[in-house]
């Protein structure tokens, strides 16, 4: 091991380095599950198409408790749609330095240490611990903010499928309030 290298400055960039991939990494998750709600949706309104002439010819009090499981359905349906937007909305994630600032940074370390006696090694040394140590700054302060951001999308991605849950469970109740009242003649 170089008697300058620095064990604890390497272990933390590798470990901050992986946190901040991880969560940069999360803002495609939340896409990639909008495939399910769209999915979803899509059922529900085939399913409340087949019961639409239905519940129009339903009698007083199925046509009530129809319209008003309709509309709890509709609100939880408004409720995920709202959650999702949520869930994607831009958001201003941390973005480390980038490498050209990087690079700069470090030639600038590298030329200080040249003009204060350092030898071409020292110097190289003394760059290669700057940036390490800039770059356990930004993983550390980049993985706070979009772990925040994350979790606010998680929570209202939660959330939707919550809501989604409770329109499905109420499409699925409606239709088959309408299989039964078909099947005993009522329908």
Known sequence: MPADADPELDYLEALFGAAYRREMEQEENFWRSLPFFAATLALQLAGLAQIRDWVGAASAWMFWLS???????????L??????????????????????????????????????GSTREEAAATGAAAAKSLMVVQYAVGCVHNRKINRHRLECRTRAGLCTLASVFMVLVLVAMVLVANLHGHG
Do not use: K
């Open 79 to 116: 409720g995920a749609l709202i959650f999702l937007t949520e869930s994607i909305w831009p958001a201003g994630y941390y973005v480390a330095t980038d490498e050209a600032a990087l690079r700069d940074y470090v030639a600038g370390v590298r030329t200080d240490a040249i003009l204060t």
């Open 67 to 77: 319209l008003s499981l309709l509309t709890a359905a509709a609100l939880a349906t």
